[in-house]
């Protein structure tokens, strides 16, 4: 058997090839995609002895739930396929069984990040106002079955006893009975009011290759959805591309959300100022759907971040000071300014050359809001940034604020140790 397991991935291979070949794309895919393992399990004495093996083919979990009863289809094809491939092994006896991948998450008790009702009727009546049809080039009854088991669903007719015969009935064969929309308001799909998941599964299938081919289309939509579903978090990314098209699936977005909410509480409690906490986050959130509100906010948070350090500081300024002088104050009161670092010190050019830009940073800002950002007219021909400009203005700014805070605080807490020698 040392022989079938050190070939294994090519057996595997040429078992894929085949079920290609048959047109059991959705068993050759599994296949390609699994992480196969193979045990022994067992042995027989009868005719010589015959040694009984499990090839377990272990893929996402949630791709393993998805199958339903699918699965026993899918392990059958995949069998019947290996047996004349292993048929020289007469001795040994492989079965096959398809298994869900033991996950790995130090963070799966956390709960996940939530589509509100709002953004899925957004995406929804787009869908509406431009007379997208949500099945593709599928029909209804096709373009469900690959999300859901339609057969273990009740029906809402007392005529047929499941979901699959409920939506033919009233869908494909009298078109007219339920709304073209009727799916996104059904309880039984939990599309409206239902786990995040069920949503963002519906719209990768929307444009998956197979329900809507053309690239163009499918990618439009993309972008179309990934405006609306960003700013919660997500968004849907390319996966491994199916003859060339691409296939997509979800992923998460706000993955750095714990240390900008750190950095936003460092601040706050720093200041006494939770304000600043919401303001950062209103910024992260705009980068992608409003620029130009992100690009202006990055600057008021600087300039209020001064202010309110300067006034702790008991220092006065004038009423209409701008960032730049108010800048220059803050770092000179807190020792921010290059002429702070002794020669002596190790890379003290370096760190000089680092402390000056990030000084000169909230001019930049400054220049940039008045540039693209809110707060100014434009005239029809303006065209202002992309997120990606939006993205380093905040982050800028975010770097900035954290910086002087905990510089603050640990000259705070020093001046307070100083006092009680």
């Known amino acids: 058997m040392d022989s079938i397991s050190n070939n294994l991935d090519s057996y595997l291979a040429t078992a894929a090839e085949m079920l290609s070949a048959e047109g059991n794309f959705d068993a050759a895919n599994l296949l390609k995609a699994s992480e196969p393992e193979l045990e022994e399990t067992g042995y027989d004495n009868w005719n ?115 979901a699959s015969g409920d939506i033919w009935q009233h869908r494909v064969n009298n078109p007219e009975d339920w709304d073209d929309d009727w799916v996104f308001t059904d309880s039984r799909f939990g599309l409206m009011d239902g786990p995040t ?14 329900v809507r081919p053309d690239r163009n289309e499918a990618l439009r939509l993309v972008n179309v959805f990934n405006e609306r579903l960003q700013t919660h978090g997500w968004r849907l990314v390319e996966a491994e591309p199916i003859a060339g098209r691409p296939r997509f699936q979800t992923q998460q977005t706000k993955l750095s959300a714990g240390r900008t909410v750190t950095r936003a509480r460092t601040v706050a409690d720093a200041l006494d100022a939770g ?35 300067l006034t702790k500081l008991d220092l006065t300024f004038a009423k209409g000071a701008d960032i730049s002088d108010l800048t220059k104050a803050l770092a000179k009161e807190l020792k921010l300014v290059p002429e702070g670092i002794p020669n002596e010190a190790k890379g003290a050019d370096t760190v000089r050359l680092i402390l000056r830009n990030l000084t000169a940073l909230t001019g930049y800002l400054t220049e940039l809001r008045g540039l ?33 805070t905990e510089t603050y605080r640990q000259r705070s807490a020093k001046a307070g140790v100083d006092r009680g020698k």
């Not at 929804?124 to 669903?153: C, M, N, P, S, T």
């Not at 919401?278 to 008021?300: C, F, M, N, W, Y």
């Not at 380093?392 to 604020?401: D, P, S």
């Open 48 to 162: 010589g002895g015959t040694t009984i093996w499990t090839l377990s083919l272990r893929i996402p979990a949630r791709e393993y739930a998805r199958l339903g009863q699918r699965k026993e289809i899918i392990e059958s094809q995949i069998d019947n396929r290996l047996k004349p491939i292993l048929q020289p092994y007469q001795n040994d006896q492989v079965g096959v069984t398809i298994a869900p991948k033991i996950e790995s998450r130090a963070n799966w008790r956390e709960p996940g990040l939530d589509i509100p009702g709002q953004v899925r009727r957004g995406v929804i009546d787009f869908l509406r106002i431009e007379k997208i049809w949500w099945a593709g080039q599928l029909d209804e009854v096709e373009f469900l079955q690959r999300l859901y088991d339609l057969d273990a669903l009740p029906s809402t007719d007392s005529r047929f006893k499941n």
């Open 197 to 210: 998941e069920n949503f963002l599964r519906f719209l990768c299938e929307m444009v998956h290759p197979i």
């Open 275 to 309: 304000w600043m906490q919401k303001e950062i986050e209103r910024a992260e959130r705009a980068v992608d759907t409003d620029p130009a509100l992100a690009i202006g906010t990055a600057k008021e948070l600087v300039e209020s971040c001064c202010k309110s350090i």
């Open 372 to 404: 693209y950002g809110t707060g100014h007219g434009r005239d029809g021909k303006h065209r202002g940034l992309e997120p990606r400009h939006a993205r380093l203005a905040v982050g800028a700014a975010v770097v900035f604020i954290d910086f002087v």
